[in-house]
């Protein structure tokens, strides 16, 4: 095998090197090609870059309880009103507004269950017979019942409104 040496000495390198007035020149001659291919390039990256939907978490529709997890603004602004005029629209908000209360199933059985546990646990101390536990546990039973089917709520002064009964609204799990 032979080795070869190429001599670059007598070729002309300056081929590839445009001088500075050619430059010019054919920045000139192409530059409505080259704004336009740059306004494209520009155009394209920001179509290509940006979420091609807005994404938004919450379902918001008019009439509706909120039922999502608090939201809080990302900042803070003035309200230009008097002490008195804030006070009026709170004393406004609270009047139109009903109390929410979720309805919670499971606590009915617990409380027959507890209910049971404790007479026993009571009966047995107390070292009474055990011919009437079965008429004071079915009659427990019965109240609990209807305690539970009438419901079972304390009332709130500040939505009370100086009203015996005021509206509320109850959630199902």
Known sequence: MTETYINFEGINTSMAKLSSTRQKALLRKYSRNVKFLMMLGSI???VFTLPK??????DIAKGRIWNQKELISPYNFAILKTGAEIESDKNTALASVTPIYQLDDGIESDMHEA??????IKWHSAGLKDSKKASYIQAGDDLLKEIYARGILSPNPKYQQNAADYPITILNK
């Open 53 to 58: 939907q807005a994404k938004f978490t919450y």
């Open 44 to 46: 394209c990256v920001i």
């Open 115 to 120: 209910f049971k546990s404790s007479l026993e």
